[in-house]
């Protein structure tokens, strides 16, 4: 009805305008339609989405040109050395003297390091295992105790955490120091006489001993604190229907706060396996990887024949087998991380 009153205005209407001009045309019929609109607009929305869509490249390209220069053009350089027969004489004489995989082939077969290796990966192993069970047991306890002394025990973590690690290692030193050492004058007043004196970087177990606690000790603060802000995002709920259900503390543990932070002890333990297999200072600082070369993980090993018997060519090619080791480590960690995943998924 009110499409036929206008079209009834509109044949009635003079077809003059104002002055005998043309009357003005309708908006509604002569203006473009909606899609004509949004087709002439669709190339200018293009043109403005086109720098909207590059956009995070650009934020990412300073911390991509950082990597590059900091760490690809020293791996690079690395790389390059590792084929060469490097020494002290080559290197003041500005020489090059390429030897091919002569490098790998002479470490490759030598017995020292394939004795380093497996002793870095045991190495790894239990300072792994100690620092997530006790990190844990940790966390867990900050989730249950009071504001006060759980403000009072993270206060002590973050400043454990805080401690720069040459300043943790020397007063590890002064602690288990053979002759004016806490440790061996504590263990004495204990009963343990034969302690008194004792010589804690002497043997190889007992220097990997002491480098242990250092680095568990070091690392103990990031996990117990990473997993006490965790469960605080589980849902009471879920604890209140276990206790219901009577379940115990293992059993609450097993049911609901493992299976809610897995994704979080795979990601703490892969960071760990990391932090601990490239441990260099403490374990140089606390011996030098002695006695009689006995503690010598893969990183001291590579700055030893480098650095140390000015074998830089040897040490280039050490460095780079190190980092194989190490991924080939977490590769295989992750391979066993998806495949559980994928059994689990499987199962459910």
Not at 61 to 78: D, K, Q, Y
Not at 171 to 185: E, M
Request: a positive charge.
């Amino acid at each position: 009805m009110a499409v036929q009153l206008d079209d009834a205005a509109d044949k009635a209407a003079p077809r003059t305008g104002k002055g005998d001009a043309p009357p003005a045309r309708r908006a509604g019929r002569d203006t473009p339609s909606v899609g004509a609109r949004r087709t002439a607009s669709a190339p200018a929305r293009r043109a403005a989405s086109a720098p909207a869509r590059h956009t995070p490249y650009l934020l990412l390209l300073p911390a991509l040109l950082a990597t590059a220069v900091f760490l690809g053009w020293p791996m690079a350089r690395n790389l390059l050395l590792s084929f060469q027969n490097l020494n002290m004489k080559e290197l003041i004489q500005h020489l090059t003297d390429w030897r091919g995989t002569g490098n790998y082939q002479e470490i490759l077969g030598s017995e020292q390091f394939w004795r380093v290796t497996s002793r870095t990966v045991v190495f790894t192993a239990v300072n792994v295992v100690l620092i997530m069970v006790l990190g844990v047991l940790i966390g867990l306890l900050l989730a249950r105790l009071g504001t006060t002394v759980r403000l009072v025990l993270s206060a002590a973590l973050v400043l454990a955490w805080a401690m720069p690690v040459i300043a943790a290692t020397t007063v590890f030193q002064w602690l288990f120091d053979s002759r004016y050492g806490v440790v061996n004058w504590v263990l004495d007043r204990l009963g343990w006489h034969s302690m008194a004196h004792y010589d804690w970087v002497g043997s190889q177990l007992s220097t990997f001993f002491v480098i242990t606690v250092l680095i568990v000790w070091q690392s103990l603060p990031f996990v117990a604190l990473n997993l006490y802000a965790a469960t605080t995002t589980i849902p009471k709920e879920l604890y209140e229907a276990a206790r219901m259900d009577g379940a115990g503390t293992w059993k609450v543990f097993t049911s609901v706060t493992f299976p809610f932070l897995k994704p979080f002890f795979l990601a703490t333990t892969f960071l760990e396996i990391i932090w601990v297999f490239k441990a260099f200072p403490q374990i140089f600082a606390i011996n030098q990887g002695g006695p009689d070369r006995l503690t010598e993980t893969l990183p001291i090993y590579a700055f030893t024949e480098g650095v140390g018997n000015l074998h830089f060519g040897m040490g280039a090619a050490i460095s780079l087998l190190t980092i194989v080791v190490l991924l080939a480590m977490t590769a295989y960690y992750l391979r066993l991380t998806f495949k559980q995943e994928q059994q689990e998924e499987n199962g459910l």
